[in-house]
């Protein structure tokens, strides 16, 4: 029982470029989401999909897109990334509105 | 507009004291309540909550105190050991909106001191 697991954990891109970050639970979850942390601000909400087949919008969802591809698994991709989207991303599931449970962490810097 | 609010970015104890986390908030609707702890380079692990039905909800070493009149919870850890030294997020439920959506401060890093 892996809990929930992120891919990559580290990642360098240059302005501009794409890339998608995955995210995977075993917990037969049906809720996942997306947050950025960055140092003073906490954790922010970039995207959440309450179940399969749903997204929506969080606190800081331009610049991002996302994919509930099956129940398992939830994406993040940044089209053309910026060095404003340097920082660490965490993905997290639950079960409806209680208990979030975080994945490991990818952390991105855009030169 | 920060809805959750931790105005301790930092605190430090001594081994075997208290350590109490304090957190305010000020979105009336906000009906369910959680602590987090983080480690470097890892994801927050999820630590205690309380509903705002109740006043205290204790776990061991760890307690968390609800004052809803004061839009005010605390997070105390007795004994404090070192391996408690994490930054803490406090982090609240809206019951208005989507059920789905946490609200987090900014942390407060703890540290203890052997």
């Known amino acids: 029982n892996a809990g929930v697991t992120q891919t990559p954990k580290f990642q360098v891109l240059k302005t501009g470029q794409s890339m998608t970050l995955q995210c995977a639970q075993d917990?037969?979850?049906?809720?996942m989401y997306w947050y950025r942390q960055d140092p003073g601000m906490g954790l922010r909400l970039i995207y959440y999909?309450?179940?399969?087949?749903?997204?929506d919008k969080g606190e800081v969802p331009n610049g991002y897109n996302v994919s509930r591809l099956n129940k398992r698994e939830f994406s993040l991709r940044l089209e053309s990334a910026a060095p404003s989207q340097t920082s660490v991303y965490f993905c997290a599931s639950s079960e409806g509105q209680f208990t979030q449970y975080f994945g490991p962490g990818t952390r991105l810097t855009v030169t | 507009d920060q809805q959750v609010k931790q105005n301790s970015p930092s605190l430090s104890v001594q081994e075997g004291r208290i350590s109490i986390l304090n957190c305010d908030y000020t979105?009336?609707?906000?009906?369910?309540f959680l602590w987090y702890k983080k480690y470097p380079a890892e994801g927050p692990t999820f630590l205690i909550s309380i509903s705002s039905i109740k006043d205290k909800n204790e776990d061991g070493r760890f307690t968390v105190f609800l004052n809803k009149s004061a839009k005010h919870l605390s997070l105390h850890i007795v004994p404090s050991q070192p391996g408690d030294s994490a930054v803490y997020f406090c982090a609240a439920r809206d019951s208005g909106g989507s059920n789905y959506k946490l609200t987090f401060g900014k942390g407060t890093l703890l540290t203890v001191n052997p």
């Open positions: 917990m037969n979850h049906n809720s």
């Open positions: 999909s309450a179940s399969e087949g749903t997204t």
């Open positions: 979105n009336s609707m906000f009906d369910y």
